[in-house]
């Protein structure tokens, strides 16, 4: 006789990550009001932990406690136990990530969290271990004297969690600045970049030391930066860290794309897990160094990241998946490391040195058990030098061996895919795609990124307007955060200046419209992270840090900015620019945590140009003036087409949404550019050349 599977109360949820847990003995809940009412109900206290499927101590813990018969029947006594996907409900995330490091001067996941029956915390941590180990408490210790100063002081704790609480209402939101015309100064970008060079690392690139994280918006300003000044160190510590981190084990040497962050110093072992965020944001950033350098280096790893975007993370529906595990196999990184012995097996004789050399395998390994990750130690010119061949042969026996590892490595058992879809990440894939597209001539990409928007606003639109935060299999659960609506509006404003497609920024408009009805502080200005009926939680917050991607706050600004641009809306420039006043602190202290918004101030205080191409869209003339305005790096820019072929009707529709086409013409029937700053617009411009010198900032003149 068979024996019944145990579930508990997640079996019925979609998130990869609840349900990897929906079989544990603990008896965990959702986050929802079933939960809630019964801490009540009981007056128990709630553990509440929060982690997310591609985290490998979230996996520990899991085997370790959550998987252990004593430890549940002490949870399920004593707690009521919530688990929460953070991808899923970043807004619990943010609030209780906060109080942990209130409490303890750090965070991270697993989160693990005690609160009273009204959600307040009082006591918490990240990853316990199953057993008391060199001073650090094991997670039943924990349990035993949490549950017994429950029982004795409940209303020590319930004081306790509401000074706490108040703490954390003084940290979740941004000072007001007092008045309204306090002026935003552009300095702040060269304090910013001070900032970051003081803690950038000359030798191996990247800010600080080990463990080490790409940082792709601070990246992302500097670029902005350089193109400003014509600072070169700005332009430098981008290249050191891209190239750095493209030939290091960070990046997957076979198949492409980013790892989450570095356990050394010098980008060589990686923590395994891949994030769609992540590698989004870092091929964007590789694309604009593209454009400003030239560099064939980083061209190539925009398209091997974005290609392995396409091969491992799409849905067939269009949209991107959120996350691959960094375990597989048993263990962390074992589908990516390679033994000396498995490399000669793979590639015989011939050709294993030179592989070894490139790849930096050594007998020993770079990882646990003999084991190597593999990286660029050395160029296919160097290993030619090393082992007296010639160039060109080394360089076909290097493909040789890529191909083939690449082929035995799919023989292995995979990292699980966290195949839900998350709308701020797909926006963020989306704009990188589109971009690249555009710029790279890659039509694939920006059909990608095409499917992808109408994925989103399609299959993940509530029935009240506005979007739904994850969609799995069909289904949706939880209500759209800030960085949903405003990475969204960015990407459908990237899209349509990859296939100027009038009816993206319609899109882009609309989306506007109910990000600022639900997430505007009237009060205060800026915008709260979850919208008003997220009543549960004990606060509202404000995301104000790029962690790792561009904050909620940030992204809206960018957004709201270039849509003021485009539609001459002085409100929502005023609403930017009121975000960007109480945002001034933080930059100033803060450098790399803002630099989104530091990209925001940027462009606001530029001024920003807009670039109108009018013709037919398929006149090759008017192609070689789009090309020219996509191509080059000069980031505060917006590109429209005037397709003169379009029609009447359309060509009005579009005017109506973007008001500074009126009256861009072709004289004489023959495709014209225009550069407009403001509303003022300077003459048409007739040829691809003339174009680029008005386009071009001093500081990359010489670059491209």
Not at 12 to 34: C, F, I, K, M, R
Not at 286 to 307: H, I, K, M, N, S
Request: charged share 25%; hydrophobic share 40%; with cysteine.
């Amino acid at each position: 006789m068979m024996t019944a599977v145990k579930t508990n109360h997640l079996i019925h949820e979609t998130s990869p990550y609840l349900l990897q847990h929906a079989h544990n003995p603990v008896d965990w809940y959702p986050w929802g009001e079933e939960a809630f009412e019964r801490a009540r109900r009981e007056n128990k206290p709630i553990f509440l932990s929060i982690g997310y499927s591609a985290c490998h101590w979230c996996h520990v813990m899991e085997r370790e406690s959550f998987e252990d018969e004593e430890i549940a029947r002490v949870l399920n006594e004593h707690f009521v136990s919530i688990k929460v996907d953070r991808e899923e409900r970043p807004d619990v995330d943010a609030v209780y990530m906060n109080a942990v490091q209130l409490m303890t001067g750090g965070g991270g996941w697993p989160l693990s969290v005690f609160l009273t029956p009204d959600l307040k915390p009082f006591f918490g941590g990240t990853y316990f271990p199953p057993r008391d180990i060199e001073g650090y408490p094991g997670f039943p210790r924990v349990l035993e004297e949490v549950a017994g100063l429950y029982r004795a002081g409940r209303d020590n704790i319930a004081r306790s969690a509401e000074k706490l609480t108040a703490a954390l209402r003084t940290v979740s939101g941004i000072e007001p600045q007092g008045q309204a015309d306090f002026e935003i100064p552009r300095s702040l970008l060269a304090v910013a970049f001070r900032h970051m060079s003081s803690s950038f690392d000359g030798d191996h690139g990247g800010f600080g030391q080990a463990p080490k994280f790409p940082q792709p918006t601070a990246l992302a300003f500097l670029l902005r930066y350089w193109a400003a000044t014509g600072e070169p160190h700005a332009l430098s510590m981008v290249e050191l860290t891209l190239e750095q981190m493209a030939r290091g084990g960070i990046f997957d040497q076979l198949g492409g794309g980013f790892h989450r962050y570095s356990t050394d110093g010098r980008w060589l072992v990686p923590h395994f897990e891949k994030m769609l965020d992540d590698n989004a944001l870092l091929a964007g950033v590789y694309l604009d160094a593209w454009r400003a350098t030239g560099d064939p280096l980083f061209e190539r790893t925009v398209r091997q990241t974005l290609d392995y975007v396409l091969r491992e993370m799409s849905d067939r529906e269009g949209g991107f998946y959120s996350a691959q595990d960094a375990d597989s196999g048993g263990g962390e990184g074992e589908y990516y490391v390679w033994t000396a012995q498995e490399i000669h097996a793979a590639i015989g004789e011939r050709n294993a040195d030179a592989v070894m050399r490139h790849f930096g395998v050594e007998p020993i390994g770079n990882f646990e058990g003999g084991r190597s990750v593999l990286s660029i130690a050395a160029t296919a010119d160097e290993v030619a030098r090393q082992v007296g061949r010639d160039v060109a042969d080394v360089e076909a026996g290097l493909r040789e061996a890529r191909q083939a590892l690449f082929d035995l490595r799919r023989e292995r058992m995979a990292p699980a895919i966290d195949d839900k879809v998350v709308p701020a990440w797909n926006g963020l894939t989306i704009s990188s795609l589109a971009r690249a597209g555009a710029a790279l001539d890659e039509p694939r990409y920006v059909e990608a990124a095409r499917r992808a928007a109408d994925f989103l606003l399609d299959r993940m639109r509530r029935p009240d307007g506005g979007l739904w935060r994850s969609w799995r299999q069909g289904e949706c659960r939880a209500e759209g955060c800030l960085p949903d609506y405003a990475a969204v509006i960015c990407a459908l404003l990237d899209l349509y200046e990859a296939e100027f497609d009038w009816r993206r920024l319609e899109q882009a408009v609309a989306l506007a419209e109910t990000m600022i009805s639900r997430f505007w502080d009237e009060r205060d200005g800026a915008f709260f992270l979850a919208e008003n009926g997220t009543a549960s939680l004990p606060v509202r917050m404000k995301d104000v840090y790029d962690n790792p991607d561009p904050s909620g706050n940030a992204m809206a600004v960018m957004g709201l900015l270039r849509l003021a641009e485009i539609t001459d809306r002085a409100a929502w420039r005023e609403m930017a620019r009121a975000t960007l006043r109480l945002f001034v602190p933080p930059m100033a202290k803060a450098a790399i945590g803002t630099a989104h918004m530091l990209s925001a101030l940027d462009f606001h205080t530029a001024p920003p140009r807009i670039v109108v191409i009018a013709g037919e869209a398929g006149n090759p003339a008017t192609r070689a003036l789009i090309e020219v305005a996509r191509r080059p790096f000069a980031p505060n820019k917006v590109v429209a087409l005037a397709d003169v072929a379009a029609g009447a009707e359309t060509l009005e529709r579009l005017r109506r949404v973007f008001p500074v086409l009126e009256g861009k013409t072709t004289p004489d029937g023959q495709p014209r550019a225009y550069v407009c700053q403001g509303r003022t617009c300077g003459p048409p411009i007739a040829t691809p050349d003339d174009l680029l010198r008005q386009l071009l900032p001093p500081s990359t003149k010489t670059k491209t």
